[in-house]
Structures are given as C-alpha cells and as structure tokens.
C-alpha cells in the first residue's frame, strides 16, 4: 500500500497507466463450430483481481463455465475436478494480460463467441480474450515479456541510463530461491530486450526467462543491492504482457 | 496492499456484487459486519439484507468488513479510513451505516469499524453530517451494552423494516447549503474527485419518529435509572417512544425476499456453497437457547420453493454444494420431498447436498442415505448434557437411545468421525451429570466397535465443552455463570473420565465465556467497558488467537465495572432486566414458568405435541 491512496491500487493512476499499455490480440483463428475436449483460453488478470489466488482462480473459472450453462470435462475417480490447467503460476497482486488456462469442455461450442459468453461471468478483472485450439504445451512457453512501474520517492539523476547501463552488464549475480535452497544466478542471459523510460517515475520492460529458470521481477530488482542500491526503486508494480516459445514467437 | 494476509478480502469486485450510479442515489449504506470478510460472506442474513436495501429504488448498499490486525495497521499507518468494498469509498461518505451484530465478542469490533471509519463512537459525538449508526442481529435483543454507540436498532427480523426505514429517512435528510461549515468529509479519506459536501439528517427529529415504527429502538429515548445495588430501578420512554419494543418478525418466509442473485466471493471460505433457509423459529424450546427463543413461532418455506430457489441459486451462482439451514433440520416437515427434490437435480451436476443442525433423534436411516448419495460429510450433534435428568432439566429432548441409534445407522453406513457438542455449567448440574459426558462417548464408541462395516479405517469421536452462558430472553435469564475455576474444575473431572485414546476431549476456554456472559446480560454502563477494552487493543475477542482476558479485566477495572456482577449474580425473577424494554415474542410468565420447570426436571412438550401457550404466536 503506498501513501494515502486508496488500498484498491488497481483504481490508482499507477494502474491506469500500465492498462494504456496493453494491447489485445484479435486473431480470430479457429473461429467456426468445433467439438472439442481441450482449448485454451487466453484471459487477463487485472484490477482487484490481482489478489485471486491460483487456487481460487480455477473455482471462479469453473464457476463461471457453469453459470455459462457449458459443462466441463471431469477426472475419473473417486474425488472427480474438472479438468482446468493453468500456465505459469501469476503471484498474487500482481497483474497480467496474457494469462494462458486449458480447460476440458463437453459441449459445442463457437470459439468466437466463448471469451463474451464466459467473461460476463466472471469476477471484475477477469476477462477472457481469445479461445483457440492449442499448438503448443505449457512447457514450451520460455519467455515473458513484463511491463513495469519503478517507484522513487526521489528520482536518481539520469536513472534510466543508470538502470540500462546496469542490465547491460555480461554478468549479473542475484540470490535466488532453488530447489537446493538459496543459490546465485547469473540472470543476464535471461532478461532480454530490457528497456527503461520516464523521469519522474520510471517505466521498465523486458522480456524474462518464464521456465528453467524461472526469473521473476522481483529477480530483476534484486539486481539492484549492493553497488547498485542507490538505483533500488522504493516500490515497483508490474504486469505481465506477452507469452513466447524459444524461438521468441508468440506462444500459442 | 501487497503486504497484508489476503488482499482479496479487502477489494470486492467479486462475481454478483451490486455497483449502482452515485448520481442515481440518494442514500447510501454501508453494511457492516464486525468479523472477517470470510465469515461475514457466510452469513446468510448479510446477503439477504445487502438484497433487500439494494432493491430500493435510490438506495445503494455496500459491504465492509472487520480488518484483520495485519490491515487494521496499514490502514492507520497509512491513513486509509475503513471503506465500502464496492465503491472504495471511505464510510464517512455514507449515510448510514448498518450494522449486522450476531454475538457479544464482535462489540469491540463495532467500535473499531466506527473508530476506522473516522466516525465518532458515541452517538451524543456525532451531528447531523455524520453517518446514522443503526445495528441489528441478534445482540439487538439486548442492545444496552452498545447503547452509547449506535443510533437506532432492529429488533427482530429486518426484512420488512428496512423499506419504511428508508423511506421515513427521506423525510430528514437536510442541505449541507444551510449549514456552510458542516464539517463533511474528512479531507485525509477522500481518494480521488472531489465532493460536494455531504448531506446531513435531522437525527433528532428522524429518530423521534422512527422509535414510533415497530421493531424500532432508539436507546437515547429511554432514561434507564439504577438502584444503589447496581440493579435498574426504572426504564422511562421519552418522547412517545414506545415500551416495551416489540420485535419484528416475518409471517410468512415464502413471500419474503432470498437472495437467488447473490455474491460468490473470489477467495475460498470454509462454507462456499448456496444456503438454503428452511425455516425460523424451532418447535423445540431447549431452556439455554436463545435462538429458539427469540425466533418463535416457527414459520416455514415449502419445499417446491425451496427447491426452485436452490437450483436457480446454483445455476446463477455456479456453487457446487448446497446446504439447509435452520436451527433443527430435522424439524422441517417436508424434508423428504426437498431432499429428493434438490438431489434430483444435484446428483448428475455434482451438486454436494450438505445437511447441517440435524438431531440426533429422529435423523432417520432414510434422509441419511438419500444424503449419502451424493456425499458423506461427517456428523455432529449437540447433546449438550451427559444424562437424562440435566437434559430433561435443559429440555434437550433427547435420549440416550435416540442418539445410539441413530449412531449405529451412521455407522454402518459409513460414516467414522463423529462430534459430540456438551456444555459445563448448566443450572443443576452435578458431577455425575459430568461423568455422564464420558459414560456417553465410550458408548458411541462401544456403537462403533458394534456397528461399523470397516473397523481398518478407524473411528474419530470429538467431544468438545464449552461453558454454559445464560442468555437474556431464555427460561435461564436470571440465572448465574459458574466461575472460571469451577468450569476448570469440571473440566478436570470429565479428562480423567476420558478413557479412551479413540475420543479427543477438547475444551473452550472459559475466559472468553466470562466475558460473553457480561456483556450478554450487560446494562448500559458496560458501554465504558467496551470502549475501555478496545483502547487498551481488544479486536476479533472471538477468536482465541486476538482474545486477551487480560485487556479484559484490566478494562472492567478501569472503568469501574464489576464482571461478576453481570456473570455470577442469580437475578430475582422480579428484577427489571436491561433487556425488559423489548418484548421477544415469548412472554415474561412463559419463562419463568420454564425456569421453575427446569429446576422441577420437567420436560415440556415442543410446539407440534402441544402449545405451551409460550405467546409467541399471537
Ligand atoms: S405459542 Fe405455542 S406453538 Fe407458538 S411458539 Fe409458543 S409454544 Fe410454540
């Protein structure tokens, strides 16, 4: 929470500028009449619903697919669920607009038509953009491109070029959680295309490894201790804005 | 936001919220529930309220709810105010703030949430720019404790008090241009836009005539006089106000408002499900049960509406569980049609039925296979005494058999956890009604090892107690707590009775009893306490890990109040209570002819084997 604004950050101007910076994709591929056990939604999660947990996320997604009338597929077994996937775990409260979720689904259905049919019924912030058919497996998805906002309760001087200049380095140590415990990583060789603008706050985008290993934003500011501490935002927001395969095409 | 426990409970925006256009409204409320956001949003009567305002014309109505310890100090570090979820906007902008208060141990809340919302606590403190604070649940059957705190109160049902409520507030609402200096809006508190100044009500003149309404109770319209004994002497209505206040009640529940529409919360509560209101009222009459009391007589719904309910909740809500709520299940007349009725439905969609409040005794071999069909959740049923005689004193009309039996058909059938509910402290009770407690358990185990099909998996027998806290409006009104050492005694006495490993014993601590038992039977000048204690940091007493005795006593102390007093003291059947302004519905003779019964060991009959003519029904 920062300053005197309102808790509900995502009516804050912070958020309102990242929201301009969203673009939709209007691919309107495998539209028509299909029957089919599996298809992916491709859904953003923004706003208050930022703070949805993984967990309750698939309930309010299979909620909304009831309420919609369309029944899902069920697991076999004692104890059936649904069968819903979802890529690349979001951390709570933080915002993105390429959220990717596979989901069994028994009926027919027009692709076209299913994000409308089923956002209406959704709690605000989550908005289905697209259903299609799946090309590729969740485990191929190997870039993220993040958008952000550093904070400075006094802006350093020249702080973009500073932050660029940093990134650049060949070799960039942080502390990172791993399987093994706390370890280093030389995360330069994944973040990519990492760019910074704006003065009085600053405005972060880059492209982030999404798996093996999985680099976070928070990775990238525990890039800036040490030497570079003075270079630390004092509060960063970011958002999720796009899902690549290796090839740096995007994830589908 | 980032850094408190659950974020979501704080932002709304949930499936089925209500967002209305400000320019359209002309009164807003806050409903205001001091629990978590999770219990809250389990809270039936919330939903069904939050409908009712929402369907005036003009009105908008929102949630708030008690922070946790974690976002209560954020807020106050960040000089945020306390807010509706659906708008954001902090409560001074309200026009009311409705308060829904089900149990003693949320008062401190109460404060807390005005105190959050930068609203004075005391009603003398706040003009005609602040917000009306009105309150009803349950606790409203004895409201002096919170008397200094809020405006008016709902006793009874509120269903159909709310609309003449609203309507009649109209009449008062004053122009901020007639009062240029008003101070409205806290400027720390406003997010955004500017506002215009707020408009005010003529409280004075507004509550006046609102104390003339059924249901109503304004407490700054009584003059409440004390003896040097610390008894009342008398309760004089001023200005017209009506004595005694007769609480409201719904005739007819199928006609009456329930909430097909309702919010699904985005974070997971412990009950997620629709919740479908049976009935209210209870046919039975245990002697220690407010609730049964205070909702008499018992008005139904039919079955073929329920069940249209139910399913048009379930589709709209996208829920997969459905429970019946009311205080005895089993009561309900038509049971067997709604069941088979909902689970035609539930079964091929994976639709949970889930049975809560169901008694021992006629829980029958048939309603609980038709359940099972679609699943088992385990069993829990509240003896409450360990032997005939204090049941029959408590009128628990239950017998051991009743309960054995109905143990056996659960456990062949499957089932192999069980809760046993009892509680300590009971008028009469002697230590061999606690030896009783024990006999009991082993004998539901002894049922087990009898009846069930798969011994490999085991069995689970909970019994907990909890100590007996008389209520104002029950046939145990005048009678006293037993002390905390007492209580531990018992407790004690019933471990060492506990032989076997299969049943767990656990205990609620007295303390937090105690202190119910105070502020049940308080008067106004536990007002002082109440405040005292939520300055010294009391917040969320009913939850073991906020409670502090400590806070509690030294509160009690600072402002003059002896506890024990209210706890422990056997009141005269003649004394004026602080809860004889209202009338419940069961007359005063009715009572005490119950108290004389009980101490008699006389059992009396429920409402279907023979009216006691205990008044509620006229
Ligand atoms: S008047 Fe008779 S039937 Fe009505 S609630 Fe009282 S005891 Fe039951």
Redesign the interface.
């Known amino acids: 929470?920062?300053?005197?604004?309102?808790?509900?950050?995502?009516?804050g101007a912070a958020i309102a500028a990242l929201a301009s910076s969203q673009y939709l994709r209007c691919n309107n591929r495998g539209a028509g009449i299909d029957i089919l056990t599996k298809l992916r939604l491709r859904y953003s999660k923004t706003?208050?619903?930022k703070?949805?947990?993984h967990?309750?996320l698939a309930?309010?997604m299979?909620?909304?697919?009831?309420?919609a009338?369309l029944e899902l597929e069920?697991s076999k077994g004692f104890n059936?669920h649904p069968y819903i996937s979802v890529a690349m775990p979001l951390s709570?409260?933080m915002q993105s607009v390429c959220e990717l979720m596979d989901v069994g689904l028994k009926a027919q259905v027009e692709m076209a038509d299913l994000p409308g049919q089923i956002t209406k019924?959704?709690?605000?912030?989550l908005e289905i953009s697209e259903a299609y058919e799946p090309l590729r497996k969740f485990n191929e998805l190997k870039w993220l491109e993040i958008s952000g906002i550093l904070y400075y309760d006094t802006v350093p001087q020249d702080i973009c070029q500073k932050l660029k200049t940093r990134f650049c380095a060949s070799n960039i140590e942080v502390l990172k959680k791993t399987k093994r415990g706390m370890g280093t990583i030389d995360i330069a060789e994944y973040v990519r295309d990492i760019e910074f603008s704006g003065t009085s706050e600053v405005y972060i985008s880059a492209k982030i490894s999404a798996q093996e290993p999985t680099i976070k934003p928070e990775n990238i500011l525990d890039a800036l201790g040490g030497d570079f501490q003075v270079l630390a935002p004092d509060y960063a927001v970011f958002k999720r804005i796009e899902a690549f395969d290796s090839d740096m095409l995007i994830f589908r | 936001m980032q850094k408190v426990q659950k974020p979501a409970r704080y932002v709304g925006g949930e499936y089925k919220q209500i967002i209305k256009n400000k320019n359209e409204i002309d009164i807003r409320v806050a409903y205001c529930f001091p629990d978590t956001y999770e219990i809250g949003m389990s809270n039936l009567g919330l939903r069904i309220m939050y409908g009712i305002f929402n369907e005036i014309d003009g009105v908008w109505c929102e949630r708030t709810f008690a922070p946790w310890t974690d976002m209560e100090d954020e807020m106050r570090k960040e000089n945020i105010a306390l807010f509706g979820l659906e708008s954001g906007d902090a409560l001074t902008e309200f026009d009311v703030l409705a308060f829904s208060i089900g149990y003693e141990l949320s008062y401190t809340n109460v404060l807390n949430m005005l105190d959050l919302a930068g609203v004075a606590l005391r009603s003398t403190d706040r003009d005609d720019y602040a917000p009306l604070v009105i309150a009803g649940g349950s606790s409203a059957f004895n409201s002096e404790p919170l008397s200094e705190f809020i405006d008016l109160f709902v006793i009874g049902d509120g269903e159909e008090v709310v609309a003449p409520l609203m309507a009649l507030l109209r009449n008062y609402f004053t122009t901020p241009a007639l009062h240029a200096d008003a101070p409205h809006i806290n400027s720390a508190t406003v997010c955004s836009d500017f506002k215009s100044p707020k408009k005010g009500i003529l409280k004075k003149a507004f509550l006046a005539q609102a104390a003339k309404l059924p249901g109503i109770y304004v407490p700054s319209l009584y003059c409440v006089t004390h003896n040097d004994d610390g008894t009342i002497s008398e309760i004089a209505p001023q200005s017209g106000a009506q004595l005694p206040v007769k609480r409201r009640i719904v005739s007819d529940l199928n006609s009456s408002f329930f909430p097909v529409d309702t919010i699904v919360p985005s974070v997971g509560l412990v009950h997620d499900r629709v919740v479908l209101e049976l009935f209210r009222g209870c046919i039975r009459g245990c002697r220690f049960c407010q609730a049964g009391h205070i909702t008499r007589p018992v008005r139904a719904r039919s079955h073929d509406i329920l069940v249209k309910q139910g399913i048009e909740a379930l589709k709209s809500s996208g829920y997969d569980e459905v429970a019946l709520l009311s205080l005895s299940t089993s009561d309900y007349e038509d049971i067997f049609p709604l069941c088979d009725g909902l689970i035609e439905w539930c079964e091929p969609r994976r639709v949970n039925l889930s049975l809560p409040s169901l008694r021992a005794d006629n829980f029958s071999v048939e309603l609980m296979e038709r359940v099972q069909k679609v699943r088992k959740s385990g069993l829990t049923f509240a003896p409450e005494a360990g032997s005939q005689r204090l049941r029959d004193v408590i009128n628990k009309n239950l017998t051991e058999k009743e309960l054995l039996d109905t143990c056996a058909v659960a456990f062949e059938g499957g089932w192999n956890g069980i809760k046993l509910y009892f509680m300590l402290g009971l008028p009469t009770e002697t230590d061999e009604d606690i030896i009783g407690i024990a006999k009991l358990s082993h004998d539901v185990l002894n049922c087990w090892k009898q009846y069930a099909k798969n011994k490999s998996r085991g069995v689970r027998i909970t019994v907990s107690t909890s100590c007996f806290v008389p209520k104002p409006h029950t046939p145990f009104q005048w009678e006293p707590q037993i002390s905390m050492s007492e209580y531990m005694r018992r407790v004690d006495l019933l471990r060492s009775a506990m032989k076997s490993k299969a049943i767990t014993y656990k205990w609620h601590s007295p303390e937090q009893s105690f202190v119910e038992a105070v502020l049940a039977r308080g008067d106004r000048n536990l007002g002082k306490a109440i405040e005292a204690a939520w300055r010294l940091g009391a917040r969320h007493d009913s939850w073991s890990e906020c409670f502090s005795f400590n806070t509690w006593l030294e509160a009690f102390h600072d402002a003059g109040i002896d506890p024990e007093f209210y706890a422990f003291r056997q009141r005269d059947y003649d004394e004026i209570l602080p809860w004889s302004l209202v009338e419940s519905g069961v007359t005063l003779a009715h009572l005490k002819n119950e108290c004389k019964a009980a101490y008699a060991g006389i059992k009396t009959p429920d409402c279907r084997e023979g009216c006691s003519n205990c008044g509620a029904c006229e």
């Open positions: 929470m920062q300053g005197s604004r309102h808790p509900i950050a995502g009516k706003d208050n619903a703070y949805i947990s967990l309750d309930a309010a299979r909620r909304a697919f009831i309420r009338g069920y059936p709570v409260g019924y959704l709690p605000s912030g």
